[in-house]
């Protein structure tokens, strides 16, 4: 877990640094994050294999800057090593995802998604068992994505669109869920949910975000699949 929070610290420093952009930037991001949450919200499972690949670059990111230290060639290139890893090991996991291991993919997809609602939700405990009890819902997560592909994608899809809606909703209101204030280490500590709470429009900030959500499975589950075109 120390690698993962050491990760999650270093790209929370740079998403700090989102709020240090000009107005007119951030704006158009907020605006920007918004119409690709809805298409993610109520179109996602069309297009999941871009969802993928985009999961398996921020999977492979991630990971590199993870690792990135123990790579003689890399490490001692300080931070120029850090994002040429991040950027290398990024574009191996989209590759990976997207073209040759889709049920792996599916399966880490779906993995990553219970992990992180896992930390989110989890009250504190030892490190050892909390620990266990992520990679135990992990491996859940990623057993049911594999065995309910469809319902899965529309779940996972949606949580995805609904939260960065809220991202770009929430930068213009000052709350907590804004793209200028996101933290990856409080998901990580389970000291996130707890934090939004204690914001004067939390429970509203809850109740927003759970209609997009719910409002999107419902969308999504009555858009028709795509017919497989006849060779």
């Not at 040759?100 to 779906?110: A, E, N, S």
């Not at 994608?153 to 209101?173: K, N, P, Q, R």
Request: hydrophobic fraction near 55%; include cysteine; glycine fraction near 14%.
């Amino acid at each position: 877990m120390d690698w993962l929070i050491r990760a999650g610290d270093f790209i929370d420093r740079h998403l700090a640094s989102l709020g240090e952009l000009p107005k007119a930037t951030k704006d158009v991001t907020a605006i920007a994050l918004i119409v690709l949450g809805g298409l993610f919200c109520f179109i996602g499972y069309r297009f999941f294999k871009y969802v993928l690949g985009l999961s398996g670059f921020l999977v492979g990111g991630v990971l590199g800057m993870a690792f990135y230290p123990y790579i003689p060639v890399v490490g001692s290139m300080g931070e120029i090593g850090l994002y040429l890893m991040a950027a290398v090991a990024g574009a191996v996991g989209a590759v990976l995802f997207y073209f040759l291991f889709y049920y792996f993919g599916v399966f880490v997809f779906g993995s990553v998604a219970a992990m992180w609602a896992a930390m989110l939700l989890i009250p504190m405990m030892s490190v050892e068992m909390r620990l266990l009890v992520v990679l135990g819902f992990g491996f859940v997560g990623g057993l049911l994505a594999l065995m309910l592909r469809r319902q899965l994608v529309i779940v996972l899809t949606t949580a995805v669109g609904a939260v960065t809606m809220m991202s770009g909703i929430g930068y213009f209101y000052s709350w907590p869920l804004s793209f200028t204030g996101l933290s990856l280490v409080r998901s990580f500590d389970g000291t996130f949910i707890p934090g939004l709470l204690g914001h004067p429009d939390g429970v509203l900030i809850l109740v927003l975000t759970g209609l997009l959500f719910f409002g999107g499975m419902m969308v999504q589950n009555f858009i028709p699949e795509k017919k497989r075109e006849k060779r």
